[in-house]
């Protein structure tokens, strides 16, 4: 939850290639205030059975950079394997292109921001959300 001195943080993945939560992605969460300081990890925590993540820590006050780091590569390998399992049509390779996702961004006191990664094997997409 934001206040009036800090920004709070929130997001979720979709994997658009399947239409469906991207469940198990390990995110981490870092901050620092201020384009020259160091990036400070807050913790971590892993998107659940609808791709959220419900309890990412708090941003200290004075935050003025976030960054989320999404760990896709033991997502990807565990679809892969389950698509095996299954006998599912083969698609090309559909492992991980981009084994992380990091995503960086400003935030100003007193605002959340909702953070969606839309992400396929190949790609991945974010924006602000509500």
């Known amino acids: 939850m934001s206040t009036d001195t800090t920004a709070s943080v929130s997001t979720h993945i979709l994997d658009t290639s399947i239409g469906r939560p991207a469940p198990a992605v390990a995110v981490t969460l870092a901050a620092r205030s201020g384009g020259d300081a160091p990036w400070v990890t807050l913790g971590g925590s892993a998107t659940d059975t609808d791709g959220r993540c419900k309890d990412l820590p708090a941003l200290p006050e004075g935050t003025t950079h976030v960054r989320l780091d999404f760990e896709t590569e033991?997502?990807?390998?565990?679809?892969?394997?389950?698509?095996?399992?299954?006998?599912?049509?083969r698609v090309r390779d559909s492992g991980a292109f981009f084994p992380e996702v990091a995503i960086t961004f400003a935030v100003v006191p007193g605002e959340h921001y909702h953070v969606p990664l839309l992400l396929n094997p190949f790609g991945y997409s974010v924006y602000r959300g509500s």
């Open 74 to 89: 033991a997502y990807f390998a565990a679809k892969k394997q389950a698509e095996a399992q299954q006998d599912a049509p």
